[in-house]
């Protein structure tokens, strides 16, 4: 079994920057891809961002392009998402999910319990 805890989320104004964090336990493995989705008030889960094992490929959704970057630290079992010039749309829950890749959250197998993001106007 994987454990995956978030951390890092709050209240930001609009243009400002959050960084989440995700710390796995358990037994994980560094051969795994993970990946950030979110999911908004009303909203079905949406994919952010996803890295490979390695860290040497990332993947975004183009509303992320260009403005949150993700990334991992194998030795520390901890992968990050940095997120800049935030918008209010960028309001939700955000997830941190492993044992996969893809953009469809279906196909991961671990789930974190989630960090709020509230970005005010």
């Known amino acids: 079994q994987v454990q995956l805890v978030e951390s890092g989320g709050g209240l930001v104004q609009a243009g400002g920057s959050l960084r989440l964090s995700c710390a796995a336990s358990g037994r994980t493995s560094t051969n795994d891809s993970m990946g950030w989705f979110r999911q908004g008030p009303g909203k079905e889960s949406e994919f952010v961002a996803s890295i490979n094992a390695s860290g040497q490929k990332t993947y975004y959704a183009a509303s992320a392009k260009g403005r949150f970057t993700i990334s991992r630290d194998n030795a520390k079992k901890t992968m990050y998402l940095q997120m800049n010039s935030l918008r209010p749309e960028d309001t939700a829950v955000y997830y941190c999910?492993?044992?996969?890749?893809?953009?469809?959250?279906?196909?991961?197998?671990?789930w974190g319990q989630g960090t709020q993001v509230t970005v005010s106007s």
């Open positions: 999910a492993a044992g996969n890749s893809g953009r469809l959250p279906t196909l991961y197998p671990y």
